[in-house]
């Protein structure tokens, strides 16, 4: 058995793509009458409409009746994950958590697979990231992702039990390559939206996925991570998908502020949060990302779209 720990639409898709290879996989939500509603309907309509949920999926709120030390995966917003595991840290006790969210948190500063450490020490900790997206995974269609945990062995257990026939998983024991190659790749989409809404075209969006990938490699290798790890699906890969499909919520986010539209406070964008909380610790350790601090700027209405770009092309000429 598997537990995934988070209705929405990316915890719902884990559930329907690992309910193929058969055995129990509980479905866990927060909100009893969601849970009775998924139970009634056999979809979640709220966050995944129009997919069936096979008769193997579990539905239930009682975090207390989860097996003890089976896997469970965390599919809850990166900025909500420490009062979660603040709240159910003895609940879940020791057993492999695997983080399915991408970003830093505002407060700490840390990662999802840190944030793991730090409010669930009993647990081992590890993440699942890489380009993908929910209703993908869902329909069935191939999608690869990046595995990450410290322990190499908690790891080749995790990737066999979370490989299915459209989702392959890769293994890493770099875990801050792959948290941060998913959560930085968010900020540099909305720049990649604010350049299209401005009608800036695909030239444009190339010259900042590509400037913001060096920024996104400046701060992970001084983190201590591998360079390989951000050539991979949690880096390169995810910024690819990321910056260049009207499926990703950052991207239309950025979209929507390039083209003075409004945006919907009540939508999770990862890529707000993460933009002020780098920002904040690039200048910290001294570190030059202009891009991710431009954005940050955007986001929080200090500049426009317009002159977001003008701050960034009226930079001092550099060698590459």
Same mark, same amino acid.
């Given at each position: 058995?598997?537990?995934?720990?988070?209705?929405?639409?990316?915890?719902?898709?884990?559930?329907?793509?690992?309910?193929?290879?058969?055995?129990?996989?509980?479905?866990?939500?927060?909100?009893?009458?969601?849970?009775?509603?998924?139970?009634?309907?056999?979809?979640?309509?709220?966050?995944?409409?129009?997919?069936?949920?096979?008769?193997?999926?579990?539905?239930?709120?009682?975090?207390?009746?989860?097996?003890?030390?089976?896997?469970?995966?965390?599919?809850?917003?990166?900025?909500?994950?420490?009062?979660?595991?603040?709240?159910?840290?003895?609940?879940?006790?020791?057993?492999?958590?695997?983080?399915?969210?991408?970003?830093?948190?505002?407060?700490?500063?840390?990662?999802?697979?840190?944030?793991?450490?730090?409010?669930?020490?009993? /647990?081992?900790?590890?993440? &699942?990231? %890489?380009? @993908?997206?929910?209703? !993908?995974? =869902?329909?069935?269609?191939?999608?690869? *992702?990046?595995?990450?945990?410290?322990?190499?062995?908690?790891?080749?257990?995790?990737?066999?039990?979370?490989?299915?026939?459209?989702?392959?998983?890769?293994?890493?024991?770099?875990?801050?390559?792959?948290?941060?190659?998913?959560?930085?790749?968010?900020?540099?989409?909305?720049?990649?939206?604010?350049?299209?809404?401005?009608?800036?075209?695909?030239?444009?969006?190339?010259?900042?996925?590509?400037?913001?990938?060096?920024?996104?490699?400046?701060?992970?290798?001084?983190?201590? /991570?591998?360079?390989?790890? &951000?050539? %991979?699906? @949690?880096?390169?890969? !995810?910024? =690819?998908?990321?910056?260049?499909?009207? *499926?990703?919520?950052?991207?239309?986010?950025?979209?929507?502020?390039?083209?003075?539209?409004?945006?919907?406070?009540?939508?999770?964008?990862?890529?707000?949060?993460?933009?002020?909380?780098?920002?904040?610790?690039?200048?910290?350790?001294?570190?030059?990302?202009?891009?991710?601090?431009?954005?940050?700027?955007?986001?929080?209405?200090?500049?426009?779209?317009?002159?977001?770009?003008?701050?960034?092309?009226?930079?001092?000429?550099?060698?590459?």
């Amino acid at each position: 058995m598997i537990a995934i720990l988070g209705s929405g639409a990316f915890g719902t898709a884990l559930a329907i793509s690992l309910a193929q290879n058969g055995g129990d996989i509980l479905l866990w939500a927060h909100d009893p009458d969601h849970v009775s509603e998924m139970r009634n309907t056999r979809q979640n309509t709220r966050r995944l409409p129009g997919l069936k949920l096979p008769e193997n999926i579990l539905l239930s709120d009682d975090l207390a009746a989860l097996p003890s030390e089976i896997p469970a995966l965390l599919s809850v917003p990166t900025q909500t994950l420490r009062g979660f595991l603040e709240d159910h840290a003895t609940t879940l006790g020791p057993r492999p958590l695997v983080a399915c969210c991408k970003g830093i948190d505002l407060e700490t500063h840390l990662g999802p697979v840190e944030t793991i450490a730090r409010h669930a020490p009993n /647990a081992q900790p590890a993440i &699942l990231t %890489g380009p @993908s997206f929910a209703a !993908d995974i =869902a329909h069935g269609l191939p999608t690869a *992702l990046t595995l990450a945990c410290a322990d190499d062995a908690t790891g080749k257990t995790l990737q066999r039990s979370l490989t299915t026939p459209n989702l392959r998983i890769y293994r890493s024991t770099d875990t801050i390559g792959a948290e941060l190659g998913g959560a930085l790749k968010n900020v540099i989409a909305i720049a990649c939206g604010a350049a299209i809404g401005l009608g800036m075209g695909d030239s444009a969006r190339a010259a900042l996925m590509t400037r913001g990938f060096a920024e996104m490699q400046r701060l992970a290798l001084e983190r201590g /991570a591998r360079s390989e790890t &951000l050539m %991979g699906l @949690s880096g390169l890969g !995810d910024l =690819a998908l990321t910056c260049t499909s009207d *499926l990703s919520r950052n991207y239309r986010h950025g979209l929507a502020l390039g083209r003075g539209e409004a945006v919907d406070p009540v939508i999770t964008v990862e890529g707000v949060a993460t933009a002020r909380a780098v920002t904040e610790w690039a200048a910290e350790l001294q570190i030059d990302m202009p891009i991710c601090a431009t954005v940050a700027d955007l986001c929080a209405g200090r500049l426009t779209a317009t002159q977001a770009l003008q701050t960034l092309l009226s930079r001092p000429l550099k060698e590459e």
